[in-house]
């Protein structure tokens, strides 16, 4: 059965390549001379056939997605190869071309496959090939097709220092080679998953009639929080050449960059403001850094935020469509990358999938940040000694055990406590008539805590000067926030997403390290 | 005609508050509660009649939009008011929400109005108001209809000293208020239209089965170009306080955030690089930083770069995918935006409509550099004296005038010039077969110049060695580049896209300034 097949993909293989040859003239065949790369064909053929149709590339996922028909049809299969598995004269080559996690099972003999001594002599695991074949339904389990070579180009071979080398690596080490980290399983799923979230934000934000604004970076207006920013400049590091001002003992900023002192943003709410008392609804989704000198798994110096603000809106309408956010991306996330979140569900985190369905199927919880006092000092009264910081009343600034009792133990799904004592929380977020809380909600989501933190805005301009000075801040730095207060102010709320938890939280990631291509720490500054 | 319609719409608004009254309990109500904020009914009535559906909110660009069947339906219109032209008992309110470049008019009278006299003493320009009534059709010319108010409530009046009272202001002069000037036609126009092009873009990759790889800023090895970095620390800013290495004469940079200098990256490529060797095409799209000193109108200090990197691809899959990539999201902008470009077609550039149709519908101009050279050459030999630079010849880097001579006179459309001369490209270039030009590509367009810079990669490790000697780069400092060389080498190409010069290209902007939110330049960076 299989011998017979080869003998006809052998035909077919010959005038796939000669096909392929003899259509590569015109513009193709000039990029290769240009580019200088000679014509590449793997095997000539003494066959003379009639032309058929040249197989254009098949990326791996539309492979595996086909349907039947596929079978029997010439391909061009171009990836890595991840594993190799010898038989004498027969060979099963894993290829991953990063289209999806599966990869596709390459079978090579003596008998179908041009060269084939050859040519598996230069394969192993890290090699790039490109193998002309058929489709045929697979042998093998877990997968419905393989193809089948006639023949096999090694487009590069793989060193044998390469170290992706056994098939299991600790994540810690991964970290250490992260230029290469997403040729493996668990990186690759997250880095497709976290691309199709962020993909599906700008979908669900376009389709919601938002304009994205991408929001400055570098800023000399950031007061806030100043202690933990990272200073930028052109000034040089020579101590020699630095410019002084007068006194000779301090640097003179006017001949920086920027003409005085600049910084990484820390957010780009302030300026997403301003755009959105303009054209409406906005958001902004970029970079945002934070200089802390913390080396836990859920901080980065460099992360992304997605900062929605909405004119015209309240804490309510914020909490609504934060809600429809994330089930939004979920949803979209899960439908595109079915084998990625098969792996996470499988290999990573059984209740995951679980997990997810009550987060995209089952309302969000919302509970007044009071009630949330009163259900931990109720429960915290049954065993005081099992928690840590025993002691909860108004004004407590809830520890990441009670917010994770809340959202893991007692609601057991996603929970937005909302409306907190004015003094935990920041100078524009809106104070409530009660004189003791804010219009601020933070959304609670098991195995993370916090996801989001969003507010209405204090859009009066007279208590948000007030509560300016209580926070200690300049009004002169701030003329244009307040500004929007003076020129028909108007009711607005927003919110703030950290990108990366939501990576780990629909990833099933434990590290937030792990969650973006190449991460930034103290001390961690490498690729 | 006016006058019985008014009555009508008197009747079915205080119907309308009522219901609006009635409904806004359950969670709504309790927002306000919570949130403080008083009920906002602009008018009591006394007539009571059956609640009818309260209107929710529409936007501007819905209520335009629609067909005629919502001629007569119930409204409410939030926003801010551009223009006020008053006549007695009557008033005609311009009101924008910042959907769509153009207002709604909303006519208030004496007559149909609640509280007109005393509602319109407070409504000037600038103003935030809330308008209740009823869809008529426009008696006015340029709009199909306009919305007869029951009742106008003001949301937030605007100061006196609101700077954009006239009609029209200087671009220059909004930069200075950047912070309000998306409340005007044209930059609230061009914001939305790069909104457009950046949502399309996500959407054009997704739909190619790319992955977004969100690259890092802060980087330590970006060796290329460091005399035009910023830094990046947390050293403090005071002499006296700065760690000194052991001769006390230099910085120690051991002590700052990351353990040794960093910077703000010029470039996601190379980060891209990595993982187009693993998931086979991504792309970035994020900021990158320029500290060069120019004051010209093309450059910015923080600008946006879309860099797709694609495996198993060469230069002309390269120029393939980024004239796709062009035509779909100028075609996804103009449908998404059709109001905003017949502004920038009628006010600000007649000929941009034209321009834009070749763009999107004729295939773009592909010229090797050698070529363009003879063009350039013949055409200057008519009469040098025309050219600020008439010499050039092969090894010549083209220009700006040269450029925009072969995109604007020549060809009359985008066109790419490829295989440019080694010497005057990158190290990362990949070399052709004649020894003497690389495998790079400039896509170059009428008005603006060089809009895409691409290349074929060097993928053979010891050709990328010996560029990387000639260049003076060290090898150590990209041994994370070089692995790619060396495990699973692959044909690789990208290109970069200056996104700000996109938005002014395709918006006929000619200062980049007023293509972004907060431009940031020498000596700028407010907000």
Redesign the interface.
């Given at each position: 059965m299989r011998s017979q097949a080869l003998g006809c993909r052998l035909m077919l293989g010959c005038q796939l390549v000669l096909a392929c040859r003899a259509l590569s003239g015109g513009?193709?065949l000039?990029?290769?001379?240009?580019?200088?790369?000679a014509p590449r064909v793997a095997f000539m053929s003494t066959t003379v056939g009639a032309p058929a149709a040249a197989p254009r590339?098949t990326?791996v996922?539309t492979l595996l997605e086909s349907d039947e028909a596929i079978v029997s049809s010439p391909v061009l299969i171009?990836?890595?190869?991840r594993t190799v598995r010898d038989q004498k004269t027969l060979s099963f080559i894993n290829v991953n071309?990063?289209?999806s996690l599966e990869g596709v099972q390459i079978v090579a003999d003596a008998e179908g496959t041009a060269d084939y001594a050859a040519v598996m002599a230069r394969i192993g695991t890290?090699?790039?090939i490109?193998a002309t074949g058929t489709v045929a339904r697979s042998q093998g389990k877990g997968q419905l097709y393989e193809v089948q070579a006639s023949s096999i180009e090694v487009?590069?071979?793989?060193?044998d220092?390469?170290p992706l080398q056994k098939k299991r690596h600790s994540l810690e080490f991964l970290r250490s080679i992260?230029?290469?980290r997403?040729?493996t399983n668990t990186i690759?799923a997250i880095?497709?998953v976290?691309?199709a979230l962020?993909?599906a934000t700008?979908?669900f934000?376009?389709n919601e009639?938002?304009?994205?604004?991408?929001?400055?970076?570098?800023?000399?207006?950031d007061c806030e929080g100043a202690g933990e920013m990272?200073?930028?400049?052109?000034?040089p590091?020579?101590?020699?050449a630095?410019p002084?001002d007068e006194s000779g003992?301090?640097?003179d900023?006017s001949k920086d960059?920027?003409?005085?002192?600049?910084f990484?943003t820390v957010s780009g709410q302030l300026?997403a403001e301003?755009?959105a008392?303009?054209?409406?609804?906005v958001y902004t989704f970029?970079?945002t850094?934070r200089?802390e000198?913390s080396q836990t798994n859920r901080h980065l110096?460099?992360f992304?935020m997605i900062e929605p603000e909405i004119?015209?809106a309240?804490?309510?309408d914020v909490m609504d469509n934060a809600e429809r956010y994330v089930k939004y991306v979920v949803r979209e996330a899960r439908e595109r990358c079915p084998g990625d979140f098969a792996f996470f569900g499988s290999l990573v985190d059984k209740e995951l999938p679980a997990r997810l369905d009550v987060l995209v199927n089952e309302p969000f919880e919302r509970v007044?940040y009071t009630t949330a006092i009163e259900l931990l000092r109720a429960e915290i009264a049954k065993d005081p000694s099992k928690w840590e910081f025993p002691q909860v009343e108004f004004g407590t600034d809830l520890a990441s055990e009670h917010e994770r009792w809340l959202t893991e133990s007692h609601f057991r799904k996603p929970v937005f406590v909302?409306?907190y004592p004015r003094e935990i929380k920041s100078f524009y977020m809106?104070?409530?008539?009660?004189g003791k809380?804010v219009?601020a909600t933070d959304l609670l989501v098991p195995g993370i805590g916090e996801l989001i933190g969003g507010s209405?805005r204090e859009?009066r301009l007279e208590q948000l000067k007030l509560k300016m000075r209580e926070s200690g801040l300049k009004e002169e730095d701030y003329w244009?926030?307040l500004?929007?207060?003076?020129?028909?102010?108007?009711?607005h709320a927003g919110y703030g997403l950290g990108f990366e938890r939501l990576v780990c939280y629909v990833t099933a990631t434990a590290n937030i390290r792990d969650a973006?291509?190449?991460p930034?720490f103290?001390?961690?500054?490498?690729?």
């Open positions: 513009a193709r000039g990029a290769r001379r240009l580019a200088g790369a590339r990326m996922r171009k990836g890595w190869v071309d990063g289209s890290g090699a790039a490109a487009v590069g071979e793989c060193d220092s390469f992260a230029h290469l997403a040729r690759g880095a497709r976290r691309s962020a993909q700008h979908a934000f376009a009639g938002f304009t994205y604004v991408q929001t400055p970076l570098i800023t000399a207006s990272f200073r930028v400049s052109t000034l590091a020579q101590l020699s630095m002084r003992k301090e640097l900023f960059f920027f003409g005085k002192p600049a990484l300026a301003t755009y008392c303009a054209l409406g609804s970029g970079p850094f200089a000198n110096a460099e992304h004119a015209f309240d804490l309510f007044p909302y409306n809106r104070d409530n008539e009660d809380t219009a209405q859009e244009w926030y500004d929007l207060r003076r020129f028909g102010t108007v009711p973006i291509a190449f930034r103290p001390g961690g500054c490498e690729f």
